[in-house]
Nanobody
Framework: DVQLQASGGGLVQAGGSLRLSCTVS????????VAWFRQAPGKEREGVLC????????FYADSVKGRFTTSSDNAKNTVYLQMNSLKSEDTAVYYC??????????????????????WGQGTLVTVSS
């Protein structure tokens, strides 16, 4: 049974930083791809970052380039989303997802949520201005 546990959300001031964690169980983390999505109130879900352990590729949405990065601890089956220089428009529920896919390289120029079967429960990030 595949399970993803996302954590680390909270309230932060604009310009601040936050690190989200996503711990994966039930599948071989080291050979899959993890993506982060977010959904703001009234908006569609947006893929913000993809990191593939399959081929080493990464993909960042333009909205987070230069501010968000990812890292992982394969021994802990955990991937991290480091968010710096946060803006009010980053306020959203953040989800991690994992599946045996690859990141956009560079097309399509977005992360398709339909490719991912396994999702975490979401963690709320609120950025105050």
């Amino acid at each position: 049974d595949v399970q993803l546990q996302a954590s680390g959300g909270g309230l932060v001031q604009a310009g601040g930083s936050l690190r989200l964690s996503c711990t994966v169980s039930g599948l071989t983390f080291a050979t899959n791809t993890v993506a982060w999505f977010r959904q703001a109130p009234g908006k569609e879900r947006e893929g913000v970052l993809c990191a593939s352990n399959r081929d080493g590729s990464t993909f960042y949405a333009d909205s987070v380039k230069g501010r968000f990065t990812t890292s992982s601890d394969n021994a802990k089956n955990t991937v991290y989303l480091q968010m710096n220089s946060l803006k009010s428009e980053d306020t959203a529920v953040y989800y991690c997802a994992v599946d045996n896919v690859v990141c956009p390289n560079p097309y399509p120029p977005y992360i398709a949520d339909s490719l991912y079967d396994y999702w975490g429960q979401g963690t709320l990030v609120t950025v105050s201005s």
